[in-house]
């Protein structure tokens, strides 16, 4: 069974085209992420949802917008794409103590790229 | 930044040596974790070590944690080409985030 599944894996799509990708985890897990990993391989937080609140909310253009309806799936819409926008985004889930991340258990990662 | 620094950026080992790599990093962490990531795939939990724990094992992993230098290392003994990855350190703070480093690629020559 896939603990933390993506879709699609994939994605190809013209600048200015909106976009979503969707994720779920079967872990239990009450923590959810969106990453985002350039060409470098340099991996770089954008959102997370604790139990359906946003608690991560790095500086990301607010052409992103993540939406968790319960705490098994948080998707990543994506407004207006640009060619900077291309890049893998993973998505992970972790339990979490207070304030403090432990392992996190990532998805197979969306491919986007915007031509 | 509160991401750690890996070092090397890269490494070649023949299969069946063993590889290190090193994680430098800035402020006190709660614990540090590392990471595997092969070609293509998403990344995969190895270790986490807390910031009161020196040494930890998980099979032919090694890996150590020097707080007073803010360092961390990743030992692979006995390398295989399954082996082949890059390598990441993420260290966690009371900020609910982890910070990665950019990693280091792991060649492991048949």
């Known amino acids: 069974d896939t603990a933390v599944s993506q879709t699609p894996k994939y994605l190809v799509t013209q600048m200015g085209n909106d976009k979503s990708i969707k994720c779920e985890q079967n872990l239990g897990h009450d923590t959810m992420y969106w990453y985002k990993q350039d060409s470098k391989k340099f991996l770089k937080i954008m959102f997370s949802y604790n139990n359906k609140e946003l608690i991560i909310n790095e500086t990301v253009p607010n052409r992103f917008s993540p939406k968790s309806p319960d705490k098994a799936h948080l998707n990543l819409h994506i407004n207006s794409l640009e060619l900077g926008d291309s890049a893998v985004y993973f998505c992970?889930?972790?339990?979490?103590?207070?304030?403090?991340?432990?392992?996190?258990?990532f998805g197979p990662g969306t491919r986007l790229t915007v031509t | 930044s509160q991401q750690g620094e890996e070092d090397p950026q890269a490494l070649s080992i023949q299969e069946g040596e063993n590889a290190t790599m090193n994680c430098s990093y800035k402020?006190?962490?709660?614990?540090l974790q590392w990471y595997r990531q092969n070609s293509g795939r998403g990344l995969v939990h190895l270790i986490l070590?807390?910031?009161?724990?020196r040494e930890k094992h998980s099979g032919r992993l090694r890996v150590t944690l020097d707080t007073s230098k803010k360092s961390s290392s990743l030992l692979i003994t006995a390398s295989r080409a399954a082996d082949t990855a890059s390598y990441f350190c993420?260290?966690?703070?009371?900020?609910?985030?982890?910070?990665f480093g950019a990693g280091t690629t792991v060649t492991v020559r048949a």
């Open positions: 070590i807390r910031s009161n724990e």
């Open positions: 402020t006190s962490i709660n614990n």
């Open positions: 992970a889930s972790s339990r979490q103590s207070l304030a403090v991340p432990y392992e996190q258990y």
């Open positions: 993420a260290t966690a703070y009371n900020d609910y985030k982890l910070s």
